[in-house]
């Protein structure tokens, strides 16, 4: 792999256990860095590091609730005590597997709170515990949104209006930090092939491909050079921009 300027940094990236996040935390191993599989399941936390750890990476498990305040501070002081510093952070934890499409006068205020209080809340309370961490000393957050905040995906709004504000908090906090030396961008997955995916849609690997300039299902690993290039230095004059990546569907 291409020399990014990631080699010795320390990564945090949220719900790392599996699917997308699993992918990022790989690929910023891969280029050197040292990561933190931060995931609500214990377990899968501690199975990730290891695989990463047989392949020669370094990565530890953090567990964390990304929607409790006081787990997340808990899970950014077990980082910084583990490796001194943190340089990245991969917002990527979401609620998405289980989601029913329903129209959104369907939607129950209960299912409303349960979604907003991880993909939102959960990407501001990590930003915000890892802030004084990266002060004075620069870093790159990058916020996972969703190219369906463009589309506007029908029976969906829970999930897109959680995305679209992601989107709204990446472009507020890369104002508000760029003094600091700390980018802030986000990244836009088009549907791509996890297990979650799979589950949800029928035959997904067909799923909209006709629509895309590129002809074909997306996978994970079609995300992480994306995520790798803004958490490296060599995206240190872009900040406050979302960064879609779906194979062209949202220009046909």
């Not at 409790?68 to 597997?97: F, H, K, P």
């Not at 029913?100 to 006068?105: E, G, M």
């Not at 991880?118 to 004075?136: D, E, I, Q, S, T």
Request: neutral net charge; proline residues 2%.
């Amino acid at each position: 792999m291409t020399d990014l300027g990631l080699a010795g940094k320390s990564a945090v990236v949220t719900g790392a256990a599996g699917g997308l996040g699993f992918a990022f935390a790989d690929g910023l191993t891969r280029a050197g860095a040292r990561v933190a599989i931060a995931d609500i399941n214990a377990g899968a936390a501690r199975k990730a590091a290891e695989t990463l750890a047989a392949q020669g990476g370094a990565a530890i498990a953090a567990s964390v609730d990304v929607s409790d305040e006081a787990s997340v501070e808990a899970m950014v002081s077990q980082v910084v005590a583990a490796y001194g510093s943190i340089d990245i952070l991969v917002n990527n934890a979401g609620i998405y597997a289980g989601l029913k499409r329903k129209p959104f006068f369907e939607i129950t205020t209960e299912e409303w709170d349960r979604v907003m209080s991880v993909n939102l809340k959960g990407a501001f309370l990590c930003a915000k515990a890892v802030y004084p961490r990266m002060k004075g000393r620069g870093g790159k957050i990058v916020n996972i949104a969703s190219a369906t905040v463009f589309s506007g995906s029908p029976l969906w709004m829970h999930y897109v209006a959680s995305k679209g504000g992601v989107i709204a908090m990446t472009r507020v906090m890369a104002r508000e930090l760029g003094v600091d030396g700390i980018n802030v961008n986000a990244l836009a997955p088009g549907f791509t092939l996890t297990e979650a995916s799979k589950a949800m849609i029928e035959d997904a690997e067909n799923y909209g491909v006709a629509r895309g300039a590129i002809h074909r299902a997306a996978h994970p690993n079609d995300m992480v050079g994306a995520c790798l290039w803004l958490a490296s230095p060599f995206s240190d004059f872009v900040t406050g921009q979302t960064v879609i990546v779906d194979g062209g569907r949202q220009f046909i």
